[in-house]
């Protein structure tokens, strides 16, 4: 009894206060404000990297029930409005996150449940339901050590993805067409994530603060450039591109993008000069850890040269990145987008 009224008093502390601070509140707010969780558990599970929110809860599933009971009483004696938020996991594939690992429906509805304050404006209403709704950013990593791709079992230093088999490298998760923007410059950020339809958050793993910091964004080329174009009125951002367009002529190999150019020339014929020329420069930019750049790449083998080909075609003459963001999964999305490519790879042969 005397633990019961301990818990009840703890939830009721942590929940007026968090009450207090923004006019709503969840039961993953008082369960990282009580202690038991902590934030980087939470954006563990937010990513996909834990089953179940269950696992990382250091509790039996009789305190846990008994935790959100003491919080929906509270919730209701004060006259909050309960409203059901999604939480899905920020991959490829969108999934619903999982709170209990055995999907009971009554726990899991009351995890899911956000009270709002009554007394609230519908604009506020409405803003918090929207950040509620929001779909969240995927997250790429920038690995401590070299990794083995899941898809295509090569070792990797570069950035990877979680997948459900494993991590993926920027080539097999079809991201490899998009640039690093350091984190930095939050008008640059906000406006080239706006302009861009496919983004992704980079994070790396903090040995000091155990913890992932934030590094930058990755998002499309064209969108970078339109985002530097809203903001060339500040000299700093006009630094930054010229600093970022020294680097990449640093990188770039011209005798090596040549000759790639000529052998997609070579097998396809018909793609025009213009393009075989960007594919190239694309595929060969060094550290970008792209198909160019790997050893049948470098060897202008002809698989390699196809699969730079075909990753183009998709990302400029498909709706595979609009697939993606709206929550298809990649093998469903690159099975619809096939016929396009077929066409576009017959034509320019």
Not at 104 to 124: F, K, M, S, Y
Not at 293 to 309: F, K, M, N, P, Q
């Amino acid at each position: 009894m005397g633990q019961q009224r301990n818990l009840r008093i703890r939830v009721v502390a942590v929940a007026e206060k968090v009450l207090a601070a923004q006019k709503y509140i969840t039961p993953l707010d008082v369960a990282l404000g009580i202690g038991w969780l902590h934030q980087r558990n939470v954006d563990a599970w937010r990513q996909g990297r834990v089953d179940s929110l269950d696992e990382i809860l250091p509790i039996d599933p009789d305190r846990e029930a008994e935790f959100l009971e003491h919080l929906a009483d509270w919730a209701t004696a004060k006259g909050l409005r309960p409203q059901q938020a999604d939480y899905l996991a920020a991959t490829r594939d969108r999934r619903p996150l999982r709170f209990s690992a055995a999907s009971e429906g009554a726990l899991d509805a009351a995890w899911r449940a956000h009270w709002v304050a009554p007394d609230l404006t519908p604009a506020q209403e409405e803003r918090i339901t929207k950040k509620q709704a929001a779909v969240p950013d995927l997250v790429v990593i920038q690995p401590v050590k070299e990794f083995t791709c899941a898809d295509c079992g090569e070792a990797h230093e570069d950035l990877l993805i979680m997948d459900d088999a494993g991590p993926l490298c920027m080539t097999c998760a079809d991201m490899d067409h998009l640039i690093f923007l350091p984190a930095g410059d939050a008008a640059l950020t906000r406006r080239a994530k706006k302009a861009s339809k496919l983004s992704a958050v980079v994070v790396r793993w903090s040995k000091s603060r155990k913890r992932h910091e934030r590094q930058g964004l990755l998002v499309e080329e064209t969108a970078l450039e339109q985002a530097e174009q809203q903001c060339l009125a500040d000299a700093d951002i006009r630094l930054r591109r010229r600093e970022r367009d020294a680097v990449r002529r640093e990188h770039e190999d011209v005798e090596f993008q040549r000759r790639f150019a000529a052998g997609i020339a070579r097998q396809y014929p018909g793609c025009p000069p213009e393009r075989a020329e960007a594919i190239a420069r694309h595929a060969g930019l060094r550290g970008s850890g792209r198909v160019g750049r790997s050893a049948a790449g470098r060897d202008l083998e002809e698989e390699a040269i196809a699969l730079a080909v075909i990753a183009s075609i998709r990302h400029e003459e498909t709706d595979y990145d609009d697939l993606l963001m709206s929550g298809v999964a990649r093998a469903d999305a690159r099975a619809r987008i096939r016929p396009a490519i077929d066409e576009v790879l017959a034509a320019w042969r």
